[in-house]
């Protein structure tokens, strides 16, 4: 039997729910886990001994011991992406020049997607972020290769006539042989940062995942989860729901464990337009989960209900303070990650309790990657 393989798709409704920040760090963090159990056999005991170190603000030393990251990020907006440039745009200054050297050595996922070739270039940049290894697989940054997409998508050529192309491209480009030969390790987790919206290709691609049978690209021992993340803002949270809500209600083939991952942007808002209206105690996250479990609860019964968790972010305020300086995340130091990327959690039936300790974190990971 196949080593198995977690595969997380991070999905969103709309634009700015923070789905590529949320990608980036739980690339991380999956990271940072498999590397405390690699060293102590579980995360209770490896935060217990790294903070009796004085390590755990040591970001610099962690993630040694796993000599090569198995966690892949792949891009997966080819319509919108702004992935690359969190990355290299603003290197040395130079935002053509540095585009040219990465094309000369790297091909892009909507091109390889497209080709089925690589033409011998490496289609995983690989680098480290504040003492952390990366994988990522991006999508091209250029206007030109985004214009392709979106007119065969307004000419609704994807579904009719190259969702046979599109699932071969995926299928060669995640294959786990030369997925491990590139990465120079297996690969145990892959990430797949969608496009905001229902595009014609973000749906394609995520049938190619929820269609799993003897030849299916997510093999029978494999997990696959599903992140849908939403803001806080009303309108937000009913059109997640109501996406959510249709797609438990007309598909029976669904991911094992789907996440809501609501992330409060408003609290980087001044303090004294927030102090009012938002509760630091968790209640506001509770308030929307519930207006979203009851709009999930609407008319006919819904199938995968057990299947739901609940999540909310932390605040990655030296993230933010990186991205409005207008640097790339190479540029970070180790204060850009956090121990853990969730401040609350709840089952489907629960209200939102704080993360509170190496338990805590020890149980939704196994949500996240159940033992097998």
Not at 293 to 317: P, Q, T
């Amino acid at each position: 039997m196949e080593e198995q393989i977690t595969y997380h798709i991070v999905d969103s409704v709309k634009g700015g729910s923070g789905k590529t920040t949320f990608s980036i760090m739980f690339a991380q963090y999956l990271h940072q886990v498999l590397d405390l159990i690699a060293k102590y056999g579980s995360i209770k005991k490896g935060r217990e001994a790294e903070s009796q170190n004085g390590q755990a603000d040591d970001k610099e030393q962690s993630g040694k011991n796993l000599i090569n990251s198995p966690v892949c990020l792949f891009d997966m907006d080819f319509i919108g992406t702004g992935l690359w440039n969190l990355f290299y745009a603003e290197r040395e200054g130079d935002y053509l020049g540095n585009l040219n050297k990465f094309k000369e050595q790297y091909i892009f996922v909507n091109q390889m997607i497209r080709s089925y070739r690589t033409d011998g270039k490496q289609y995983f940049a690989q680098f480290k972020v504040a003492g952390w290894e990366f994988n990522i697989a991006f999508s091209s940054p250029e206007q030109k290769d985004k214009d392709e997409y979106i007119f065969a998508a307004m000419q609704n050529y994807t579904m009719a006539l190259q969702y046979g192309t599109l699932k071969t491209g995926i299928y060669h480009m995640l294959d786990r042989e030369q997925i491990a030969e590139r990465i120079k390790t297996k690969p145990g987790h892959i990430i797949l940062d969608m496009a905001p919206g229902n595009d014609n290709y973000s749906q394609a691609v995520k049938q190619i995942f929820f269609d799993r049978d003897e030849e299916s690209l997510v093999k029978k021992n494999d997990q696959l989860n599903y992140y849908l993340l939403v803001g806080m803002d009303q309108g937000q949270v009913v059109a997640a729901a109501n996406y959510l809500r249709r797609l438990l209600g007309g598909n029976e083939k669904l991911p094992d464990k789907i996440f809501v991952v609501f992330n409060d942007a408003a609290r980087y808002l001044p303090h004294e337009v927030t102090q009012d209206n938002i509760p630091k105690n968790g209640k506001h996250f509770n308030s929307r989960k519930n207006m979203f479990v009851d709009i999930l609860n609407i008319g006919s019964v819904i199938h995968g209900k057990n299947r739901i968790c609940f999540l909310a972010l932390n605040e990655f305020e030296e993230y933010s303070k990186l991205m409005l300086k207008v640097l790339v995340l190479p540029d970070a130091d180790g204060k850009v990650f956090l121990e853990t990327p969730f401040a609350y959690y709840a089952a489907f039936e629960e209200d939102m309790q704080k993360f509170m300790g190496a338990d805590t974190e020890e149980k939704i990971w196994n949500w996240i990657q159940p033992e097998s």
